[in-house]
């Protein structure tokens, strides 16, 4: 009924920006919190960054100042920017949407994108 599907992951440098988009589509009447999570090889996911349908924000404190997060909610879609990439940064990267969906007895449910890898080499 509802996708995600992230976009602009890749290869950079240290010190190197990417951003990252990942758009919802399917049966939504509204999308409440996105967020971008991360996992590296070995490790748990984490959250990296949410947004809430009114624009108010929260970033893990490893990327703050780094990474900035903002929607568009005409397109259904969340981005994460990133600046200043470190290598420990390196990661597959998901975002996750609470979407209320369109149906006859509307409910929420949080959707999963199927990941982007991002890499960063030193």
């Known amino acids: 009924q509802v996708q995600l599907v992230e976009s602009g992951g890749g290869l950079v440098q240290a010190g190197g920006s990417l951003r990252l988009s990942c758009a919802a589509s399917?049966?939504?009447?509204?999308?409440?919190?996105m967020n971008w999570y991360r996992q590296a090889p070995g490790k748990q996911r984490e959250l990296v960054a949410a947004?809430?349908?009114?624009?108010?924000?929260n970033y893990e404190d490893s990327v703050k100042g780094r990474f900035t997060i903002s929607r568009d909610n005409a397109k259904n879609t969340v981005y994460l920017q990133m600046n200043s990439l470190k290598p420990e940064d390196t990661a597959v990267y998901y975002c996750?949407?609470?979407?209320?969906?369109?149906?006859?007895?509307?409910?929420?449910?949080?959707?999963w994108g199927q990941g982007t890898q991002v890499t960063v080499s030193s």
């Open positions: 996750n949407a609470d979407v209320v969906v369109k149906s006859s007895l509307p409910y929420e449910y949080r959707y």
């Open positions: 947004i809430t349908s009114g624009g108010s924000t």
């Open positions: 399917g049966s939504i009447l509204s999308i409440n919190l």
